[in-house]
C-alpha cells in the first residue's frame, strides 16, 4: 500500500472517522490499531522486527533507569540489540565485503544473503538510537507504557520516508487529546494535494526521462538535462512524499517535524544541508557531531590545538575530526555500498575545503571589491550551489562512482537520440514546466515568510474551491500512473 494510493486515502477516512467518534483518552489506541494496519498492508509479516526491536528499545531503556550502576554496558547492548537489525538485513553484504579479505586468510568467509527489508527500518531504527540514548543521558524519562513507545515507532504517516522524530517531541503530539478543527482539517488536505502533485505530476513524469536515460546508457549533451531532472525528480518526490504525510497527519491535529525548507535558495552547501533532509541532518548533529566533539580523543586534540601556531589552521582539524564521522555515516545511512559512502564524503571533503580556504576567499573578495549584499552576488551562491549538488545526485544515482565520472567524460561524446524521445513528448513537457514554476513561486513565497496556506484560507469560498479543484484534476489529469494506475514507489522509501 502506497501512500500514493486510493487504497491508502480510504484507510485514512475511515481511521479519521473511528478516531473523532471515540472518547480522546482512547484514541491513541486507535492510533495504534491502525498504525500496526497499515504497516501489515506495507510490509506484512515484517511488521514483528519493528515489534521486536521496540521490546529491546523498552526494556533497554527501563534497564538504564533502573540499573544505575551498569546504565553504560545495558545502553550499549540496548543500543547494538536495536541496531543489529539493521546491521544484518541491510549491511550484512557491506559488512561481508569488508570483512571477507581478511577472513579468507584462515579460510572463514561470510556468505552474502539478501533480505527483504521491513518498511521504515532505517528511519524508526534511528529513532530507537534516539530514545535510547536520551534516556542514557537523563533527557527523559523511559515510557512506562510499552504501547505508546510501539505507537510512536510505527506512526503510520512517518514510517515510510519520515521525517525522524524524537520521542520527547512527537509523543506530546500523539498523546495530547486533540479535537476536530475544519480550517486546519482543510489546509491538512492542501497540503496533501501538493504533495501528490510533487510527486504524481513532476517527479514521476521528470523520472520517465531519467530512466530512460540512465538504463539506456545515453551520453553527450542530453546528459545535462538527465541530471537536471534527476535531481528535480528527487527532491518532488521526496518532498511530496513529507507533503503527504505532513498533511495526513495534521487531520488527526499532530504535527511533524519539517524536514525541508527551500534547499535550493541555498547559497552554500552548508546552508544546503540545514534544509534538506533536516531531520537526518539534526539527528547526525546531536547523536553523532556532538559525540565525537566531546570524546576523549578529541578534547585531547582540542587541548594541543589551543596553543598551535596557526589558529584557522587548529580550528579546521578540530572541525574536520567529528564531520568526517557525520558525512561517513551520513552516506552510509542512504545504502550499504561504497558508492554512498563516497556520496556522503564528497560533501565532506566540499565542505572541508570551504573552510580551509574560507579565509582566502574572503580576502578575494575584498581585493576585487566585489559587494556581498546585492543580489546578484546571491544568485552566483545560489547557482554554485545547485551545479555542486546537481554533480552529488549524480553520484547518487548511478550505479557506481566509475559510472558518474564516465558519464560526466561522456558528456562531449555525442549520441543520435533526441530530448522528446527519452520518454517525455511535448504534451507532457508542457505541464512539467508549468507545475515545476507553480511549486517555484510557493517555494519563493515560504522562502518570504508568507504562509500560501493561510493565505488561502483568507480567500473567499469561491475562490478557494477554484484552488481545491485545480488540484484535484491536476493531480487526476496530470499525474503518470503505471498498469492498474498504479504510482512509482517513492525513491526514499527505500533507504
Not at 521496540?54 to 541496531?83: M, N, Q, T
Not at 502533485?197 to 523520472?207: E, F, N, P, S, T
Not at 541530471?227 to 507533503?243: A, E, K, L, R, V
Amino acid at each position: 500500500m502506497s501512500y500514493t494510493s486510493l487504497q491508502f486515502l480510504i484507510f485514512v477516512v475511515v481511521l479519521l472517522f473511528v478516531y473523532y467518534i471515540v472518547p480522546k483518552k482512547y484514541r491513541w489506541e486507535i492510533l495504534l490499531i491502525g498504525n500496526l494496519v497499515c504497516y501489515y498492508l506495507m510490509s506484512g509479516w515484517l511488521l514483528l522486527f519493528v515489534v521486536l526491536a521496540s521490546l529491546f528499545s523498552y526494556f533497554g531503556a527501563k534497564l538504564i533507569e533502573k540499573r544505575k550502576e551498569k546504565r553504560k554496558k545495558i545502553f550499549i547492548i540496548s543500543l547494538f540489540s536495536v541496531l543489529g537489525f539493521l546491521l544484518v538485513l541491510k549491511y550484512n553484504n557491506f559488512i561481508s565485503s569488508l570483512l571477507n579479505p581478511i577472513l579468507n586468510i584462515v579460510n572463514l568467509n561470510i556468505p552474502f544473503k539478501k533480505f527483504i527489508l521491513p518498511v521504515g527500518i532505517s528511519y524508526y531504527t534511528l529513532e530507537m538510537i534516539s530514545y535510547l540514548a536520551d534516556v542514557y543521558l537523563k533527557k527523559i524519562k523511559p515510557e512506562n507504557n510499552f504501547f505508546k513507545l510501539l505507537t510512536f515507532y510505527t506512526y503510520f504517516p512517518k514510517v515510510l520516508e519520515g521525517p525522524i522524530s524524537k520521542y520527547r517531541d512527537l509523543s506530546k503530539e500523539i498523546f495530547s487529546e486533540h479535537i476536530f478543527n475544519y480550517e486546519s482539517f482543510r489546509k491538512a488536505w492542501v497540503l496533501i494535494g501538493v504533495g501528490f502533485i510533487k510527486k504524481l505530476v513532476i517527479a514521476d513524469r521528470c523520472g520517465l526521462f531519467v530512466s530512460n536515460f540512465f538504463l539506456e546508457g545515453h551520453t553527450g549533451l542530453l546528459t545535462i538535462p538527465a541530471i537536471i531532472f534527476y535531481t528535480i525528480q528527487i527532491y518532488f518526490d521526496f518532498s511530496g512524499c513529507i507533503d503527504i504525510v505532513s498533511g495526513v497527519s495534521e487531520l488527526f491535529g499532530i504535527k511533524l517535524a519539517e524536514n525541508f525548507r527551500q534547499p535550493f535558495f541555498s547559497q552554500s552547501i552548508e546552508e544546503f544541508w540545514r534544509r534538506w533532509h533536516i531531520t537526518l541532518g539534526l539527528w547526525l548533529k546531536e547523536y553523532v557531531f556532538f559525540p565525537v566533539s566531546l570524546s576523549k580523543t578529541n578534547m585531547k586534540l582540542n587541548k594541543k590545538m589551543r596553543n598551535a601556531k596557526y589558529k584557522h589552521l587548529s580550528k579546521f582539524i578540530l572541525v574536520a575530526f567529528p564531520l568526517f564521522f557525520v558525512w561517513f555515516f551520513n552516506g552510509l545511512w542512504h545504502g550499504p555500498t561504497l558508492k554512498y559512502v563516497l556520496y556522503g564524503l564528497y560533501y565532506y571533503l566540499l565542505m572541508m575545503l570551504g573552510i580551509l580556504f574560507k579565509p582566502v576567499l574572503e580576502k578575494i573578495v575584498k581585493i576585487l571589491r566585489i559587494n556581498t549584499e546585492v543580489f546578484s552576488w546571491k544568485l552566483f551562491r545560489i547557482i554554485r550551489t545547485t551545479f555542486i549538488v546537481c554533480i552529488g545526485m549524480l553520484i547518487f544515482r548511478s550505479e557506481t562512482i566509475t559510472d558518474a565520472f564516465n558519464t560526466l567524460a561522456n558528456i562531449r561524446v555525442m549520441d543520435s537520440v533526441k530530448f522528446f524521445e527519452l520518454g517525455i513528448n511535448i504534451k507532457e513537457f508542457v505541464p512539467l514546466l508549468v507545475m515545476i514554476f507553480a511549486m517555484f513561486f510557493i517555494s519563493l513565497a515560504k522562502e518570504l515568510k508568507i504562509d500560501v496556506r493561510e493565505k488561502l484560507e483568507e480567500q473567499n469560498l469561491v475562490f478557494r474551491w477554484i484552488v481545491y479543484w485545480v488540484i484535484i484534476f491536476s493531480v487526476i489529469i496530470f499525474g503518470v500512473y503505471g498498469r492498474g494506475y498504479d504510482a512509482a514507489s517513492f525513491i526514499y522509501g527505500g533507504f
